[in-house]
């Protein structure tokens, strides 16, 4: 065990949660009972009996692997400390950095979170940082470029006065504050880093408002002409640690080309890997995307200890740091924040094989990348390495030396430049197993998912580690189109891994997937498809009232106590959990809310393409999500102050969820109106009751956001377009539900 060794490096606890067990089990064999009694009397009950049990049982089965992913919780405890009396060579670290769109992912941004890694707690000798450009931006290399000049300044001033925040947009918004230096020094320094980093934001910003950032001559002659889909490979050297304090800095661009496909970040990612397996060939790999800072510098010790740590290497695939914000509206209006699922699910699988990859964040084995399984002897054969691998000869005997665990002797990085072309080729992976059997999986939007359901498939484990202050933090979208765009990119691509011959069914029964691990993907794979049964119910309560029906037990049958404890029991054991991680009373209602509104827009329209992709009429598109740059000018003073409004723009992804509303306030009206009757009842004993009265109030409740965007204009308004196609589908579905009572 860890703990019996002399100079331990983390420990790994089990929590206490039998109040959280009890409440999940109690919420569970509720809806159990809701499903029996709908059982019991759906004979004597029509078409809306039926389609409310389909859904309350989708709902139980989701609740079930929901409970199974929060019941294990586990605490992890490093100590960083004790790695150079055990570890006196520390391994070298390879990070990357993934950017795609210079305007919807500024460079000022990518160059604070380059800053902060060359700048981490950890030899600089032993870093080196990959940057990946897949918008082949000559503004993301002029800016990389002068950023490594600041680094030079950056770096030892980090270091010398142990700074903690090293993304400098965010250090500056401080006092200086030093505590290893007298103060009028430390001062005295800190005025002059600041005056260069805002010359180096000035030149940037001037830079970005030119068609050419600067004369495209000598290193950037290549980027005359450039084409963003269609380019030669780009690897630029930006700086090479040569006895400074400061980590390798390298620039690629990977070829692309119109007829071959590139496979988004996933295929960013493999010649990340494949040139930086070449150059520096690091046991361990470190992958951010470029709006995820390093916030706490010892993040790398950190990792090392649950890496090198344990007795064995089969314990350990990968460790994935939980996503946090600097740019967190207060009471997270837009449900993006995750801080209640990182800590309850996150910690709870945690404490099973381990979580997801979740693309940012997560550092690495090279070998494991590389495909090898824990009980593999690291052996292999040349013929069947160059089919595996490629054709480059240099990359070949690089990728030997990292599946056997060895360095190898290693040359300056130059000399690998022209090596590195050639494994940065489009066309290098034809005839490889690259993307199919080893790197970053091929076939998903969500490419991480995808790629660490491949490496537990193979026995691996993984762990969250949650470190205070965050190991990271990142940039969440703020509006409304933002936060819908990223989580349908999101349901869309975990739809594409559970329809495909990746899914965890398979690999639970061909490979090492524990099975508690199995249910938990299939959770996080079904996101996209709680749209369908959330759709449903939630339309429920006004189909009722338009069609004069019902699809909950009267107010004076005694069965109405099952959904009314469900109801109460769910939003009592949620708050509960909102409360115990310090988040308010409206954080919880705006991420219930939320929850309602994502299910039935962006997971809906995510399940609409994998329809049309499993159909061939239509291939997935990758979007990529609009962040804002450190300096905020954009931002609105209502999300300064934390109360920021929903924003909308024409996209179709708002029609289902003003449409619903709509459908809603329509039944609402007929009711106030006297068109439809309260507590009717038919011949049969059946008719609308308070119970569906209630629901449609608080659907409506859920949706007034879209309500109020009824009656705003500009961003904060729904455009006329999205009015008048909902408009015609409430129209048509009104007419429909009416047409049913009749």
Known sequence: MANEIPFPLYHKNARNNTIQRALDTTLFFLLISLLFYRLLSLKTHGFVWLLAFLCESWF??????????K???????????????????????????????????????????VLSLLAVDYPADKLACYVSDDGCSALTFYSLVESSKFAKLWVPFCKKYKVQVRAPFRYFLEDPISISAPNFVFKEEWEKIKVEYEHLCLKIKEASRKSAPCNLTH????????????HPTIIKIIGENCEEDVPHLVYISREKRPKYRHHFKAGAMNVLSRVSGLMTNAPLMLNVDCDMFVNNPQVVRQALCQLVGRESERDMGFIQYPQCFYNATKDDPYGNQMVVLMEYIGR?????????????????????????????????????????????????ESATHALKGEKGIRKSISDYLEASFQVAACDYEFGSSWGTKFGWIYGSMTEDVLTGLNIHKKGWKSNFHFLDPPAFLGCAPTGGPAAMTQQKRWATGLLEILVSKSNPI?????????????????????????????????????????ANSHFLPKVQDPAILIPVAIFVTYNMLTLREYLKVDLSFRAWWNNMRMARITATSAYLFGVLTIVLKLLGLSDTVFDVTQKNDEASEDEDDDEINGTAKFTFDESPIFVPGTTLLLVHLTALLSLCLGLRPLVHKDAQGSGVGLGEVLCSLW???????????????????????TIFKSTSLALVLVCLGTASWA
């Open 60 to 69: 139980t089965f989701y609740w079930f692997l929901i409970v199974n992913a």
């Open 71 to 113: 019941w294990s919780p586990v605490d992890i405890k490093t100590y960083p400390q004790n790695l150079e009396p055990r570890f006196p060579e520390l391994p070298t670290v390879d990070m990357f950095v993934t950017t795609a769109d210079p305007v919807r992912e500024p460079p000022i941004m990518t160059v604070n979170t």
């Open 219 to 230: 290193d950037f002659a290549v980027f005359a002409n450039i084409e963003t889909g269609n």
């Open 348 to 396: 709870g699988i945690a404490g099973l094989q381990g979580p997801p990859y979740a693309g940012t964040g997560c550092f690495h084995r090279r070998k494991v990348i590389y495909g090898v399984w824990p009980d593999n002897a690291a052996s292999i054969n040349d013929y069947e390495a160059m089919k595996e691998f490629g054709k480059s000869e240099e990359f070949l």
């Open 506 to 546: 398979v690999f639970t029964l061909t490979g090492n997937l524990q099975f508690r691990l199995y249910l938990f993907y299939i959770y996080l794979l079904s996101w996209g498809l709680t749209s369908v049964p959330e759709l449903c119910y939630a339309a429920l309560p006004a189909y009722c009232i338009i």
């Open 699 to 721: 659907v409506v409740l859920c949706f007034r956001p879209f309500m109020k965007g009824l009656f705003r204009i500009g961003k904060y308004g729904l455009p006329s377009s």
